[in-house]
């Protein structure tokens, strides 16, 4: 079993900057892509950016240039710096991680959520 327990988020003025984490512990092989989503109310959700385990990187276009997602493999941790935060920026945001148990098996795990508000 693997959990996803994610922190950092919060209320922020537009401007200015969060970091979330994503720590994944338990029955950990291996983890491959690494992930943030994000749910505003009433909207689907939507791939934030994702990280493979060679740090190759993906971003939806709305957050380049502001956005740094990253990942410290020895800790099994994911984090999303966000910079220059704008109200559109709020929502949930879930961590996801594609992992291999110690059997060798693959799946998907998702974070708890944590809210980030940006609000003046």
């Known amino acids: 079993q693997v959990q996803l327990v994610e922190s950092g988020g919060g209320l922020v003025q537009p401007g200015g900057s969060l970091r979330l984490s994503c720590a994944a512990s338990?029955?950990?092989?291996?983890?491959?892509?690494m992930g943030w989503y994000r749910q505003a109310p009433g909207k689907e959700r939507e791939l934030v950016a994702r990280?493979?385990?060679?740090?190759?990187?993906k971003y939806i276009d709305s957050v380049k240039g502001r956005f740094t997602i990253s990942r410290d493999n020895a800790k099994n941790t994911v984090y999303l710096q966000m910079n220059s935060l704008k109200p559109g920026d709020t929502a949930v945001y879930y961590c996801?991680?594609?992992?291999?148990?110690?059997?060798?098996?693959?799946?998907?795990?998702w974070g708890q959520g944590t809210q980030v508000t940006v609000s003046s």
């Open positions: 990280i493979t385990s060679g740090d190759n990187t």
């Open positions: 338990g029955s950990i092989s291996e983890i491959l892509d």
């Open positions: 996801n991680a594609v992992v291999y148990d110690q059997t060798r098996s693959l799946f998907d795990y």
